[in-house]
């Protein structure tokens, strides 16, 4: 071997040298011997070993064939390696070659490794996942008794579920629900207790009277006396009912109301006139305030109605010698009928319960059913308005609060008139119905 040859040798060695330390890889340089017949002979490796495995690397022939960079998968001696071939111009061949077993040991252990956690992870997403549908059924199951022990009557026991998701949510409805069907009830028990005193009163009170009529020792006075208290338990039990079925009415939403223009004044005097006769039997002062006109929009019957027995009430009440005041005004766009009085007022404890229906005050007179004030709110409310307690200027005061009305005497020139007619129209109609 030459001189250069030998230089050209020991060249290639340092390089492949140089190359295998950077790369951490093995390094073999090929000779070019043949191109027509693909052959390659080692000139440098960068391991000390035989070259014998890689003197026919496909590799490195497949890049001398094509000119390119080749690389692809090879084994030998039982091992798998990465070899790449890079073409040297047409002399030479350089191959990368490393082994791919620690790569390969890397690759199985992280797949291991990945698909134990996998099922760690299942295992635990489905323990999790029963636990938590456990506790959803569990607190739907509670719901569920919860229900159907409010279907069957029972409000007692409350519904409490801490939760901040939605079925917590529905807990706390449910809850109020049951308070709201529970007070619901006990309106109705009471309803129902109240309304069977009241009836039967009046009627054990007619048979009592009855018995003692059948008696001929009775004289004239004393006879006529029994029938006039039957007459005013008869009136009481009327007016019982009358208030039932405007009530179940107002319950069914069957009360019917026909909004019309009137002159309140007009039914104040109206209401003046026709309890005169029990203000005097009473004792009572009955007055009437009425400021200009105030005309409003409602039912003029049921108004009659609700002023009725608001000064009824307070008749009943109060005792002899109460000055009583019917006033109609106008406050801003409401036009208001307030009945005041000057009686002792109603203690301030009970004030917010007189509107209850079978509500009366405590040491006040036991006489009315007390369903009065609830249906003249109620009628109120189905006109726009509301009837309302108030003491500014009284110990007693009720308000009928109704939606107020421009004057109509500059368009109709028989107003005044229209509102008597109204008024009297309608009366009749709620006498009727």
Known sequence: ??????????????????????????????????????????????????????????????????????????????????????????????????????????????????????????????????????????????????AERIAGGDFEQPIVDRGNDEIGDLARTFDRMRVRLAQLDNARKEFVANASHELRTPLFSLGGFLELLAD??????????????MQEQVQRLTKLSTDLLDLSRVDAGQLTVSVEPFDLGETAQLLSSELAHLAASTGHALDVAVEGDVWCSADSGRVLQIGRALVSNAMIHTPAGTQ??????????????????????????????????????????????????????????????DVTLASERHPTAFVLDLPALDSLADVAPDATAFSRENAERSVERVSRT
């Open 216 to 229: 001929e020792d009775l004289d004239d006075e004393t006879r006529q006396g029994f029938v006039t208290t």
């Open 324 to 385: 009583v005041t019917i006033a109609a005004r106008r406050r801003g766009a409401r036009a208001q009928l307030s009945v005041e009085d000057d009686g002792p007022g109603i203690p301030s404890a009970q004030r917010d319960a007189v509107f209850d229906r079978f509500y009366r005050v405590d040491g006040g007179k036991a006489s009315g059913s007390g369903l009065g004030l609830a249906i003249a709110r109620e009628m109120a409310k189905l006109m726009g308005g």
């Open 1 to 146: 071997m030459t001189a250069p040859e030998v230089r050209r040798l020991r060249l290639w060695q340092d390089r492949v040298e140089q190359f295998g330390v950077r790369t951490n890889a093995r390094v073999v340089a090929f000779n070019v011997l043949s191109q027509a017949r693909p052959a390659l002979a080692v000139v440098a490796d960068s391991q000390t070993r035989t070259s014998r495995d890689v003197a026919k690397d496909p590799v490195a022939l497949r890049t001398l064939v094509t000119g390119k960079v080749e690389r692809d998968r090879v084994r030998h001696e039982g091992e798998d390696y990465a070899d790449v071939a890079i073409p040297i111009g047409k002399e030479a061949v350089l191959l990368f070659q490393a082994p791919l077993a620690d790569s390969l040991a890397t690759v199985e252990l992280v797949r291991q490794r990945l698909l134990l956690a996998t099922v760690f992870a299942l295992v635990f997403a489905l323990v999790v996942g029963l636990t938590a549908a456990g506790m959803l059924a569990n607190r739907l199951l509670r719901l569920e008794t919860a």
